[in-house]
Nanobody, 123 residues
Framework: QVQLVESGGGLMQAGGSLRLSCAAS????????MAWFRQAPGKGREFVAH????????YYTDSVKGRFTISRDNAKNMVYLQMNSLKPEDTAVYFC????????????????WGQGTQVTVSS
């Protein structure tokens, strides 16, 4: 089992940067693919980025490519999302999630979730 705790959210002006962190418990962290999702008010949970268990493969949704970077440190059981050039449309609650097996973008396929951290970007 994996427990996930996100941190690093906050209020930022457009154009600014934030780094989200996700701390994972459990000795099998390195066997899980990790992802970031976000959910804006009144909308469904949206895939943002994922990173393979080894960290060697990453994938991003089009709207964040070139602005966001996902990374992980398996020695520290941590996953990060560096967010640059933030836009008001990035405002959402951001969740990290974990799964084994295939890397996918559908939230229903992920087994473990954190509680989320709020990111608000003002114009």
């Amino acid at each position: 089992q994996v427990q996930l705790v996100e941190s690093g959210g906050g209020l930022m002006q457009a154009g600014g940067s934030l780094r989200l962190s996700c701390a994972a418990s459990g000795r099998t962290f390195s066997s899980y693919h990790m992802a970031w999702f976000r959910q804006a008010p009144g909308k469904g949970r949206e895939f943002v980025a994922h990173v393979s268990s080894s960290g060697g493969i990453t994938y991003y949704t089009d709207s964040v490519k070139g602005r966001f970077t996902i990374s992980r440190d398996n020695a520290k059981n941590m996953v990060y999302l560096q967010m640059n050039s933030l836009k008001p449309e990035d405002t959402a609650v951001y969740f990290c999630a974990a799964k084994r097996g295939f890397m996918v973008v559908q939230p229903d396929e992920y087994d473990y979730w954190g509680q989320g951290t709020q990111v608000t970007v003002s114009s």
